[in-house]
């Protein structure tokens, strides 16, 4: 190859090594080298540029690339203000002599100025136009600044003087010594009471200047002052006005800035929009960004910004910051409401609120934001994608260029994913083995908080699977880390590489050749490296365990590691194969911690392995749960604190004793050493939901579902939370997830079907599913009879009824589950149901009675409340067909006293529900639509397409009350 | 006061505001990756970027140890398959920065190299002959002599590199104008440097007045950010990114 790019000339005299120190530089004491261009300081040359650029933006940063500058910098930065402003002037404009440039944004400059007549030190800010400026613009930046020059106030920047000259605008204003919020809390992060504080004053200010007819309409960390005492003041009101347009096309982006806190409508450039709730909104994304440190919406570009904007929801506060309580984040997202009439009424009702969230006292905005996003906002402006497009065509005309930006989400900035390592031994059966150096890389890697770390579930399925950027956009990770173990003889060798997914470039690669018994250490060596790749914070104690090996034995390690495979193929199998493996499992370890007494993880594994065979049922005595026991103390006499101990015991709790209080203790503590442990928000959340914690509940959901994207148990559990509080969008975006992952198997299709039931009262979803001839299909009817019968039933088709009641007339289980949760309506009673349908008095009347006596056993055979309850539930529904009202009703008053909501919020709004249809099949219609209005309005209660299609409602039916109920439940 | 005394159009001034957003379009990296390599556009962007930017390269892996010819050869095969490749499909625009981009692409390289070494050892069905098996003078020398790694060279060199550029450009406008005096002094006060001449004394040498010398050098310095800015944003892939690559330049030159 030629003198490529004059490599060869200029290496020729450059010798790295020898460079000689010339002088030090007598401003900043740096070295300067003999390398150094000119002659001069490198460092010194470089900072004059800091601050100068119009182009920065506040709070958006590269996460991985920005250094932090150190602490001197800010003592030298001032150091030039001061030398700045001991040196000459600038210029002249008119009475004001220019002294120094303070700042610079996308509309014009400050200057720091003194005003010759008064000898006055003010700011001075020039608006540059250019291209923009016409008369008409002119005169009402005048108007504006001037209004905005009557205003008062000690919140408010005041206005001295208003001035045109050459083209240019100007107006001087007083000079804050002090700096833009934005500035200041890019060097330390507010604490939270503070940023709350100081958006209320903020609030007030703006609420003022709206009592006197001017909006801010821009507001942002840019426009906030601080000055030496820590007190905001407000500046540049109504400055956009200056390029808006008449037009629908929207200003020009250039000069706007950052659209980061813009307000949906002004987004869209819709003018006539714009009000008081537009100047709620910016507080609103200004108080997001000091919680959180990032603003609500930031894409790579401005495009891609105000697509996020328009089109999704914030981000929840509490995700990024979870120390920010659930009041204060209803208060910011309040603001944030993409509908302008959701938000605060008015800036003073905002900084009322966080008054009173600042006194501890009770707030007044209601949580909306997870039961009903916004959509209704963007549906009722259909036109936003065309004015994104025209805004496109626009901004390519002023300069910018347009990302082909593929995915509306947020662009994926964290997170790592270790992918399952191939098995390059000769011995096919290492393959455990490989997996196992895998599995201790992420668990090591995963008990750092500042990682996102998926989980084992979801990463496991990309066994082979090549494409890195596929994978890290699957799983929302920015990285991913492959490799390669070969085990042969008495030594190991390791390949591992950390792969940056978003660039399918490699950032880190290593390989290892040791001893066998020196695979923990490569473990710990990998591990370390990718923290440092990564940039991960990582605490004193996070780093110890780290490093810390599971077992000094190399045997030991082996039985632990065939062990753990088998319990994971178990989770995977079933009925026999599954309790085989359990066994071998338990089998396995028992030798490993006879080998190793000091094996903590094989000692917990072990009461996993014991606790799933009780679990499921393979061995329900009382002494599978007392071994499980022993393996857990075992586990914390070894490590009073290990999360995986309390974990274990967490777990134990849950499913042997259904304690789930005290579960729920148990997980708080594992929480704190496992931040990425998926399975602790899979519990969470189920016993958040039973205890009627909703929002809780899906904030576990939505960690779990980040850890372990892939998981289909996570996903269902979600799912059925969302469905429960009438989420129904997101309930269907689930299940559409869930059905990607597993397209051969028809339950989840179903499922998914019966949400849209509920939600528009629809049977054809599951129709569609099932087939047209589902009663004719016997493997259907055997294997999802409950939603057979159901759309047999509510689709009033008598004789698809019959089908369905003949085909599972052998089973012996209740077969037809109700409403998916726990009551469950017995063969001999749906047989009554459809006798009833067919107006087949007799026969019904018949059906109902065999009904009873079998129920009566049942009901006397329950060991629990809960199942008690759920058999009384029937109970009351049967006599209830059969006209004994004073028993029914006692029955189902019973039932719910067993299982009342704040018992079990999930299965209590079942028992619930049928109380009322108890109500209303015994014509108490009073009693009925009572209990009906709190059934209609508690989560995991009535949903519309229930109360219009089950023909247990009909009593009710034309019953202005009732019609009025399910009105209310009628889809938007 | 004299008419030149008073700045005469406040665009002077204000200006660059505009001229800096619309630069952007053209901006070196940002046109790599909008077309994602794959136009004769894009492949002479990167060209020009390699072109500037193939210094710091060369000092990493001197840092490693390789010799200098050795230097000299990975880099010409390192630039050669970058440019050689048709796509930097790869690549995508999110916080991309060319700077990091180039030295992870040259690790990647390295690591392929390596392993492309190691592969020719290997004998047909043979092992992989383990890393300790190979020669000693065959070993890539990984550990750096003193603290300073090679990465921080990298870094380093960087910065110096950006800075050259803009000084030699800056120089070369002036130069062009029959102004190569009048450079070399206001040079000198830029960084504004204690015991460097001040700017009464600077304006006597050159025989302009103060004031005169006042505004020349406010011009001077505008033009220098400006480049600077210029420079800048030639390497990283939006606007916001600017300031914070700066911030790093200037941290990494503490050391």
């Not at chain 1, 891609?304 to 509490?318: A, G, N």
């Amino acid at each position: 190859m030629e003198e490529f790019y004059g490599v060869q000339r200029e290496s020729a005299r450059e010798t790295p090594t020898m460079l000689r120190v010339i002088r030090i530089c007598r401003k900043c004491g740096a070295k300067i080298f003999s390398d150094a261009p000119e002659g001069l300081c490198a460092r010194c040359m470089l900072k004059i540029a800091l601050g100068a650029f119009p182009d920065a933006v506040a709070g958006v940063g590269d996460s991985g690339c920005v250094e932090q500058p150190a602490g001197e910098d800010r003592a030298s930065a001032s150091q030039d203000k001061t030398t700045a402003r001991a040196a000459e002037l600038l210029g002249e404009l008119g009475d004001y002599e220019l002294l120094e440039e303070v700042g610079r944004g996308g509309q014009g400059v400050v200057f720091r100025a003194r005003q010759k007549s008064l000898n006055r030190t003010v700011a001075l800010k020039v608006i540059s136009l250019g291209q923009w400026a016409s008369k008409a613009h002119l005169k009402r930046f005048r108007l504006e600044a001037e209004a905005a020059a009557r205003l008062e106030h000690p919140g408010i920047v005041p206005i001295h003087e208003v001035g045109e000259r050459d083209g240019s605008c100007y107006f001087s204003m007083k000079f804050i010594e002090g700096g833009q919020l934005d500035e200041i809390v890019r060097r330390e992060p507010m604490p939270i009471r503070q940023g709350a504080e100081l958006i209320a004053k903020v609030a007030r200010t703006v609420h003022y200047a709206h009592e006197h007819g001017i909006l801010h309409r821009d507001i942002k960390p840019g426009n906030i002052l601080l000055d030496a005492n820590g007190e905001p003041h407000l500046t540049d009101f109504g400055l956009a006005r200056l390029v808006e347009s008449e037009s629908s096309v929207t200003h020009t982006l250039e000069v706007l800035g950052t659209p980061s806190y813009m307000a949906p409508e002004q987004a869209v450039g819709n003018n006539t929009a714009v009000s008081s709730a537009t100047d709620v909104y910016g507080l609103g994304a200004v108080l997001y960004q000091l919680l959180t440190g990032h603003p609500p919406f930031a894409g790579g570009t401005t495009y891609e910004t105000i697509k996020l904007l328009l089109d999704t929801e914030p981000r929840q506060p509490r995700l990024l910051n979870p120390k920010i309580d659930r009041d204060l984040t209803t208060i910011c997202l309040k603001c944030l409401e993409k509908d302008p009439q959701r938000r605060y009424s008015s800036a003073l009702a905002l900084s009322e609120d966080l008054e009173r969230w600042l006194k501890h006292e009770p707030i007044r905005a209601r949580r909306t934001g997870i039961f009903s996003r916004g959509r209704k906002w963007i549906r009722r402006n259909p036109t936003s994608a065309l004015l994104i497009a025209s805004l496109v065509a626009l901004a390519s005309a002023a300069g910018w260029i347009v990302w082909k930006s593929g995915f509306v989400q947020h662009p994926v900035t964290t997170g790592i994913a270790v992918l399952p390592f191939e098995n390059l031994s000769e011995e096919k059966e290492y393959g455990f083995f490989a997996d196992g150096v895998q599995d201790d890389i992420l668990i090591k890697l995963a008990k750092i908080a500042d990682l996102k770390v998926i989980s084992r579930t979801s990463v496991m399925q990309y066994r082979g699977k090549q494409n890195v950027h596929e994978i890290g956009d699957a799983l929302r990770v920015s990285h991913v880390l492959e490799g390669t173990v070969r085990r042969s003889g008495g030594k190991v060798h390791v390949n591992a590489q950390l792969v940056d997914a978003r660039t399918d470039t490699g950032v880190w690669a290593e390989q290892y050749d040791r001893d066998l018994s020196d695979v923990f250490a490569i473990e710990t060596e990998v591990a370390q490296s990718i923290v440092s790749r990564l940039k991960a914070k990582i605490s004193a104690s996070e780093k110890l365990t780290i490093a810390e090996r599971p077992t000094k034995d190399l045997a030991a390690y082996d039985l632990y590691v065939r062990a753990a495979a088998l319990i994971d193929k178990a989770t995977y199998e079933e009925g026999e194969e599954q309790t085989k493996n359990d066994f071998q499992a338990v089998d396995l370890l028992n030798q490993a911690v006879t080998r190793d007494p000091s094996f903590l993880l094989a000692y917990c594994r072990l009461a996993e392995a014991h606790d799933a065979l009780y679990f499921r049922g393979d061995d329900r005595t009382p002494n599978r749960l007392a071994l499980a026991k022993a393996a857990i103390d075992a586990a914390f006499r070894l490590k009073p604190d290990s999360g995986e101990a309390h974990f274990a015991l967490a777990d134990h709790l849950y499913h042997g004793y259904f304690d789930y209080d005290r579960a729920r203790d148990e997980l708080a503590i594992a929480l704190r050493t496992l931040p990425n442990n998926a399975r602790i928000f899979d519990l969470s959340a189920p016993i958040d939901r039973r205890q009627g914690r909703w929002h809780d509940a899906v904030h576990n959901h939505e960690r779990a579902m980040e850890l372990d994207p892939r998981n289909v148990t996570t996903l269902i559990a979600a799912a059925v939370t969302y469905r429960s509080l009438r989420d129904y969008r997101q309930a269907l975006a689930i299940f559409d997830r869930i059905i990607a992952l597993e397209p051969k198997d028809i339950l989840y299709r179903l499922r998914r079907a019966r949400v849209e039931v509920r939600e528009r009262a629809d049977l054809r979803p599951m129709q569609d599913v099932l087939g047209k001839n589902f009663t004719d299909n016997p493997a259907l009817l055997r294997t999802h009879p409950s939603d057979c019968f159901l759309v047999a039933l509510w689709a009033r088709d008598p004789v698809a009824a019959d089908n369905v009641l003949a085909a599972t007339a052998a089973m012996t289980d209740n077969a037809f589950g109700a409403r998916g949760n726990s009551v469950a309506f017995s063969h001999a009673y749906a047989k009554g149901l459809v006798a009833r349908m067919k107006g087949d008095g007799d026969g019904a009347r018949a059906a109902f009675n065999a009904a009873r006596a079998e129920q009566e056993k049942v009901v006397r055979a329950q060991p629990d409340d809960l199942t008690q309850s759920v058999e009384l539930c029937l109970l009351g529904l049967i006599d209830a067909a059969l006209g004994r009202k004073q028993e029914a009703l006692s029955e189902g008053r019973r039932a719910v006293e067993l299982l009342p909501l704040t018992k079990n919020a999930l299965d209590g709004a079942d028992i619930l529900y049928f109380y009322a249809v108890i109500c209303a099949e015994v014509g108490e219609r009073d009693l009925a639509i009572e209990q009906l209005k709190t059934v209609a309005k508690i989560p995991a209660g009535a949903s519309y397409g229930e109360l219009r299609l089950d023909p247990l409602w009909d009593p009710l039916r034309g019953d202005p009350r009732f019609e009025k109920i399910v009105a209310s439940l009628a889809p938007k | 006061m004299s008419a030149d005394d008073k700045v005469s159009s406040l665009t002077a001034l204000v200006g660059s505001a505009q001229h800096g957003a619309v630069a952007f379009t053209t901006t070196h990296w940002s046109v790599v990756l909008e077309a994602q390599g794959e136009s004769p556009a894009a492949h002479e962007a990167l060209e020009k970027l390699c072109r500037t930017y193939w210094r710091p390269i060369y000092a990493f892996l001197r840092r490693q140890g390789f010799r200098r010819e050795e230097a000299e050869d990975i880099t010409q095969g390192f630039f050669a398959q970058l440019l050689g490749r048709r796509s930097l499909s790869a690549v995508r625009k999110e916080k991309g920065r060319l700077r990091s981009y180039l030295l992870g692409a040259l690790k990647y390289f390295l690591a392929d190299e390596q392993r492309r070494a190691m592969a020719i050892k290997r004998g047909k069905g043979q092992r992989l002959i383990p890393l300790e098996d190979l020669r000693a003078d065959e070993r890539i020398e990984m550990e750096p002599a003193n603290p300073v790694t090679a990465e921080m060279i990298y870094e380093r060199r960087w910065a110096l590199t950006v800075l050259e550029h803009v000084l030699s450009r800056l120089k070369d406008e002036y130069c062009a104008a029959g102004n190569a005096a009048l450079f070399d002094s206001l040079k000198q006060l830029l960084p504004d440097e204690p015991g460097a001449p001040s700017q009464a004394e600077t304006a006597a040498q050159l025989g302009m007045t103060e004031n005169a010398l006042r505004q020349a050098f406010y011009r001077f310095r505008q033009r220098y950010q400006s480049l600077l800015r210029e420079e800048i944003a030639h390497t990283v892939a939006t606007p916001g990114d600017i300031e914070d690559e700066l911030r790093h330049l200037i941290a990494v030159l503490e050391a």
